[in-house]
Structures are given as C-alpha cells and as structure tokens.
C-alpha cells in the first residue's frame, strides 16, 4: 500500500502544557490594561459579521430548532439589542459567549488561548486556519475569552450547600452540608422535584444559554451532569422528595464550602489515576485500561509504550475493558494507532458521515479537510460523496427516516462518507472479548472511537448515550474584525452510519446500563468519609458490574 505522511491534525486544547498557558496570562494582562475601548459601532459590526458566518455556515441551527425547540435564528434581533446596550468590552464578551451558548453545542464558544496556540502552530496545509489566526493575537484571546466565560464560573470555595446528580433521568442528591442537613432535614439520596417553582426539568432547560446542557436521547430532554446552576448570588427556592414521597421545602443560598467536593465520578478512583491507568479485575481474568483524554498524538510516545506493555501481557486473557468514561476528546489518531492497531487481528473497517453546509465561509475549510483521501501503511480514510439526488435510491428506508431532513435543503452541499481503516501493526494482537466502556461525558473524538467500536463490531459499546458530535474534521474558527475575538464553532454534522446526526442521537452503547442512584449515594458517601480506591470498585458501579459479568460470560 502507498505511503504519505501523516499529520496529526486534530485540533485540540488539552495537549498544551500549562506552564506555556500560565506565561500567556502574563502578557495577556499587560496587553489588556492597555487595548482601547470598542465603539458601539465597531461591536455591531463584529456582531453582524459573526451571526452572518454562523447563519449560513453552523451545521446545527436547523436540528436545534427540530430537536431541541429553540430557533436560534429568530432571535438575531434580541442578540444585536444586546450588543448595542453592551456598555464595557466586558458586557459585549458575555453577550457574544451567550449567544454561542445559546446554539447549545459543545464545540460552539469563545475560543480559549490554548485551542489558538494550537491552531497557530497548525501545519501549512491547514491554510483557511491559519488565516483566521494571524488576523489576532494570543494576548487578544486569552482577553477576550476571560471576559467572555467569567460568569460561567464559580467563585473559590463557594457553592450551593448541596450537590445533585443526573442519574436515571433525575436529579440526585449525592451531597448534603451538615448544616444544611440538620436544619432543613435535606439528605443524599432525595430528588430534586421543582426549582423557583418551576419543575426541575423546566428550569434547567431556562438555563439555555447560561452554560452547556446536553441532550438525552432516550427522555428527549435537556439536563446537567451536575446540577450546578450558573452562579448568580440570588438563593434558588428548591423542593426536594424523598423515597417515602415526603417534600421537603427550602430556600437555598450559595455559601462557603471549605472541603473540596469531589462528585461520584466513574470509574471509581479515577481522581487518583493518570491520564492512562491499567490493572486486571476478577481475580486476573479480565484486562482493564481507562483513558482520560485523546492526547495529542505526536505526544503520547510514553502513554503508547505503557499501552503496548500492558496489551503484551493480557494478551492471554479473555477478556478486555477499554473505559473511556470521563473522556471528553482530543485526537482520533490516538484511539487508532495507540489502542486499535496494536490490538486488532486484522483491518478494522468504521463508517462515519460529514455533512457540510453550502456557506461560502465554510467551503475553504472543507476543500482542504476533504479534498483528498489520507492513506498511510497504518490507517486509510476514504471519502466518497454521495449526491443528495441518489440518496432515496442508495439509502434503506430506515437510514432515510433517520436523516436529518435540513441535510435535503440547499442549506447543505452533498453529504461525503468516510471509511475508516486501521490496520493491525500485529504487536500485540488480542484474541479475546473487547469492550468499550461509555457515558454522558464521551464527546468529540472519544464519541468517533465508540463509533468505531459499536458499527465496526470491533468492541461491544457498555454504558450510556455518550455526549455526541462525533467528527473526524477540525474545529472551524472566525475571527472578528474589529476585535479580534476568535470564536470556534463544528464545521460539519456529523452522521452514524445509520445516518442520524451524532449531535441528535449519540451513540446508542449496544448494551445500555445505567447507573443506581443508591450506589452513586453510597459511592459518595464512601468518598466523603475518606475511602480510598485502589482500583475501579464495581461494588459502586453498575456499569462496571455489568461489563464483568459479559465479560466473563455470566450472561444467560
């Protein structure tokens, strides 16, 4: 097979070390106590010129109208009132921030300086990047992004005097301060019923535009992970229930919490692990390794040779779990040749789908993302378009009820289906049964690596509906014209081989567990009084559970 470099294009913030952020900071803050003043003017123009990108170049505006009920592009005269009443450079970040939030994605904000060193240090061929980000400076983002996001966070030590948790289509209460305990009577294990008089659900999803929500597919509802409301300082009015259907009715002020607050995060002992964390469960029968994030490829030399040790010696075992709970992305390429290729018996074959909208801003970045195929000794992508003439005729009457209708429109170009293969390096090829551990929090590149596994059959996917927006294409930038804040936004749909949108349906674990709220109260109960995990517990986890008793075929 024909060989050309590879390059590690994935864009990703979390590969940069800290310490090159902290000197940013520095000279960032020296750089805005002096930047001048925008006029109303000079915002409005920003303003106009980034509602324009977005309107007809984000791949998500029609689905959130469909899915989700919010029509973004009908409130473009609300977001310019706000922008002509924003009276500090500080009132316009938030502005811009809240209409990004707004489009409810991930991928859609403010940038943040470490994403745009990234980016500056991007390769040649990534022209219409590179573009974008020589237009500002890293002084300029890192500006603009504290203002943009200083609301979405918490002061120090400060918090609700309780912590609740999604679980089960609930929120659970997992944490209680003494104080709050004694007086109020309200305990771990309760349920958050209303909050402000609203049902509990109702008020989260008002909480639009105010932080990240995301999207569960089987209750077709908003939620957080963690119920932590957008810090406002005005106590919150909350009715709890307990199991024995008694309320319990307080009003909530946000206070000082000394001790650090750590949620039941899974899998157990996972605050204590590194980013690559291996060991066998069930007494040595069954292999286990957690990843936190897709590293940066070219950087994880050390991660690929602890990788390659460990699979060298369960190489024997029945059975292999890949937990990738908690994992929120970073860079495809390092699922595929430091976890897939190395443990593959031969070619792995997955299918994903990019579609793309037909703006003229996003065409230079999917010229250079598609206009050609990447084929190396170690992995292939393959792309083919599919004309939107033929998709009656080329797809199953299933795939096309799963295809968002807007991707029929002129709104979007024809779709392009990428065939991923990676080949087996046969270093350490495993025999046994692999399974792909998953949750609410798997996103981005770790939401192509569940992908992968579930629809190539190459690991049984164990857990919940990840966090979606799988897609194997570069964040897009733009870059404001006057003040050179840089906003960050997807660049494609991404589509499951079933041709539903990863933002809609996620992936869908091919064994859907989720966890118990009585473990998850008694999880944190036991990290409250100091217990330590040495290794994941599945005493506290019913995922975890789960996955041993397939694993070691206790299933009848």
């Not at 120090?156 to 944490?175: D, H, K, M, T």
């Not at 009715?239 to 995060?265: A, C, M, N, R």
Request: net charge negative; aromatic share 12%; charged share 20%.
């Amino acid at each position: 097979m024909p060989s050309k470099q590879r390059t590690d294009r994935k864009l990703d913030s979390h590969v940069y070390l800290l310490a090159l952020f902290g000197m940013v900071i520095g000279v960032a803050l020296i750089f805005s106590s002096c930047a001048p003043e925008l006029t109303v003017e000079q915002r409005l123009a920003d303003f106009e010129y980034l509602f324009a990108v977005l309107r007809e170049n984000h791949p998500y505006l029609a689905l959130k109208a469909r899915v989700e009920n919010y029509d973004w592009l009908a409130h473009e005269k609300e977001f310019e009132n706000a922008v002509r009443k924003s009276g500090s450079e500080a009132a316009f970040a938030r502005c811009i921030q809240e209409m990004l939030l707004l489009i409810n994605n991930g991928h859609t904000s403010v940038m943040d300086p470490l994403t745009f060193r990234n980016v500056q240090s991007a390769p040649k061929e990534m022209s219409p990047w590179i573009y974008q980000a020589i237009k500002t400076d890293i002084e300029t983002v890192y500006h603009w992004y504290q203002l943009a996001t200083k609301e979405q966070r918490y002061p120090q030590n400060i918090s609700l005097p309780f912590r609740a948790r999604y679980v089960e289509g609930e929120y659970v209460v997992y944490w209680t301060s003494d104080e709050l305990t004694a007086r109020s009577k309200v305990f771990p294990g309760q349920i958050i019923r209303t909050v402000n008089a609203k049902p509990v659900h109702e008020y989260v999803e008002s909480l639009r535009g105010k932080t990240w929500l995301r999207y569960d597919p089987l209750r077709e509802r908003l939620f957080m992970l963690e119920f932590m409301p957008p810090y406002r300082g005005r106590p919150l009015h909350i009715v709890f229930e307990d199991e024995l259907k008694t309320f319990v009715d307080v009003i909530l002020s946000f206070t000082e919490v000394p001790q650090q607050i750590q949620p039941p995060v899974f899998p157990t002992g996972v605050w204590d692990m590194p980013n690559v964390y291996t060991t066998t469960l069930a007494d040595g029968q069954v292999g286990y390794v957690h990843i936190a994030q897709m590293t940066g490829y070219s950087l994880s030399g050390y991660e690929k040779e602890l990788l390659l040790s460990f699979f060298s010696e369960i190489k024997g075992l029945p059975a292999l779990i890949i937990d990738i709970r908690n994992n929120t992305g970073g860079s495809n390429l390092y699922w595929m040749l430091n976890i897939v290729r190395p443990l593959a018996t031969q070619p792995i074959t997955g299918i994903n789908i990019s579609a793309y909208r037909s703006g003229t801003y996003i065409m230079p970045f999917l010229f250079t993302e598609q206009s050609s195929d990447t084929i190396t000794d170690e992995y292939t992508i393959e792309r083919t378009v599919i004309p939107k003439s033929e998709l009656k005729s080329v797809l199953t009457p299933t795939q096309m009820k799963n295809l968002p209708p807007e991707i029929l429109t002129p709104d979007f170009v024809d779709p392009i289906m990428c065939r991923t293969t990676v080949y087996p390096s046969l270093e350490c090829p495993f025999n046994g049964k692999i399974f792909l551990l998953v949750d609410y929090e798997v996103f981005s590149a770790a939401d192509c690596f569940a992908q992968f596994c579930k629809y190539s059959g190459w690991a049984q996917v164990v857990g919940q509906h990840t966090a979606g927006d799988a897609s194997y294409s570069n964040i897009v930038l733009v870059t404001l014209p006057n003040s050179g804040m840089v906003v960050k936004f997807p660049p494609d749909m991404g589509l499951n081989p079933d041709f539903s949108a990863s933002e809609e349906m996620h992936t869908a674990p091919d064994v859907i567990v989720e966890q118990d709220p009585k473990m998850i109260v008694e999880y944190a109960q036991a990290i409250k009084n100091g217990e330590k995990f040495p290794e994941p517990d599945p005493k506290y986890d019913a995922v975890l559970a789960k996955c041993l008793e397939l694993a070691l075929g206790e299933e009848p």
